[in-house]
């Protein structure tokens, strides 16, 4: 079954979100002279980092924010609500192209979608493990929910609590890095720590929390965009470059302030 209207061949990334009009053409023509595509603090070299704010809310997408380019996937005919958020210039990459590159799609998260959660005065600080027998383990499978015990919760706030607290146990782990508990603990705590390097990074890095609740044109409502993530800043080739969207009425000049694109250069549709 064909998949257009779906979603796009291309994946693309529209520039000077909050800018005035002459500011947002005059930061596309430099990203595409200059072939760099960069994060903040916007330096054209390669770059892979990971900001952790303490405080903040993982819920509200402000406490995990990993060094990276965003691009959306959505069809050129349906890309208005998202251009009227960022801008209306845009740089449009085959979506082979960016997936050769690291790109990939964010794990949507509405924060209002509720889960089952034992109650709190039920829930205790320590996980029981024993090794139990395959016979048993499938008894225990089998066994019903004691559905009184438990209570919904969004999930945002669940993924606020839970992931506050890995970074609690994170930073009381550290102490034990050093050889103070052992050297066997020390070098179990190092891999356990690139272990979470990985995770914070390569999954966490990738989940979005949207707002359910909002208007589908509302500019906080990031379901619409379909998002893909790209970490580190991208450094392309002009022929990488599939789109360069404009408003319809600056075709013209960007084709000739633009003439190694003038041939890729498009307005978005009305």
């Not at 013209?252 to 978005?268: I, R």
Request: aromatic share 12%; with cysteine; charged share 30%.
């Amino acid at each position: 079954m064909p998949a257009e209207g779906y979603i796009s061949n291309y994946l693309t990334h529209f520039v000077g979100k909050g800018k005035a009009l002459e500011e947002q053409f005059e930061l596309l023509k430099k990203i595409l002279r200059r072939r760099w595509l960069t994060h903040r603090p916007h330096i054209e070299q390669p770059t892979l980092d990971l900001e952790v704010r303490e405080g903040a809310k993982f819920s509200n997408n402000d406490m995990l924010l990993p060094g990276m380019i965003c691009f959306c996937d959505i069809p050129e005919e349906h890309l208005r609500i998202h251009t009227a958020k960022y801008s209306q210039f845009g740089i449009a990459f085959p979506k082979a192209y960016l997936v050769g590159k690291g790109a990939n799609p964010v794990f949507y998260v509405a924060r209002n979608s509720t889960v089952p959660r034992r109650k709190k005065e039920l829930r205790t600080g320590r996980v029981q493990k024993s090794t139990v027998t395959p016979e048993e383990y499938a008894t225990l499978r089998n066994q019903p929910v004691e559905l009184a015990e438990y209570e919904e919760e969004s999930r945002g706030s669940l993924l606020d609590e839970n992931i506050k607290e890995l970074f609690d146990l994170w930073y009381e782990k550290e102490k034990f890095e050093t050889g103070e508990a052992g050297t066997v603990i020390e070098e179990i705590l190092i891999r356990d720590k690139l272990m979470w390097m990985f995770f914070l990074q390569h999954v966490l890095g990738l989940v979005k929390c949207f707002d359910d609740t909002l208007e589908l044109d509302h500019k906080d409502n990031f379901y619409m965009e379909r998002e893909w993530r790209r970490f580190g800043n991208l450094n392309f080739n002009s022929d990488d470059v599939a789109v360069v969207y404009v408003p319809p009425n600056m075709q013209e000049q960007a084709m000739a302030e633009l003439p190694e694109y003038a041939t890729k250069v498009k307005p978005l549709p009305a």
